[in-house]
């Protein structure tokens, strides 16, 4: 099993970027994907969740407004649009997968990308 980030970069506050997660070795419509982030010195934080059900997705409040998650299970991808970027969006971002119904915490994940780092300069 492999998932893929990618789409990170350095941006300007108040800029967007879209992350890709496309995964390999499983089918993403039969789990709930989850997008994470890391910045250094702290914590991984759960940002969104796509409910394998494709009902609307779940968003942390330090996003939520601003933040966008989607799915196309054709193409075994999710994706996270992320607008109105602050400087404390930077982290490195992975993506993940879960067949648990508890949505939110890292330790139910058990497939991982390797990570993508989102800059956001002031």
């Known amino acids: 099993v492999q998932l893929q980030a990618s789409g990170g970069g350095l941006v300007q506050a108040g800029g967007s970027l879209r992350l890709s997660c496309t995964a390999s070795?499983?089918?993403?419509?039969?789990?709930?994907m989850g997008w994470f982030r890391q910045a250094p010195g702290k914590e991984r934080e759960f940002v969104g969740v796509?409910?394998?059900?494709?009902?609307?997705?779940v968003l942390s409040d330090s996003v939520k407004g601003r933040f966008t998650i989607s799915r196309e299970n054709l193409k075994n991808t999710v994706y996270l649009q992320m607008n109105g970027l602050k400087p404390e969006d930077t982290a490195v971002y992975y993506c993940?997968?879960?067949?648990?119904?508890?949505?939110?915490?890292?330790?139910?994940?058990?497939?991982w990308g390797q990570g993508t780092q989102v800059t956001v300069s002031s």
């Open positions: 070795g499983l089918r993403i419509s039969n789990y709930h």
């Open positions: 796509s409910r394998r059900s494709g009902s609307t997705a």
């Open positions: 993940a997968a879960s067949s648990s119904v508890m949505l939110s915490a890292p330790r139910y994940y058990g497939y």
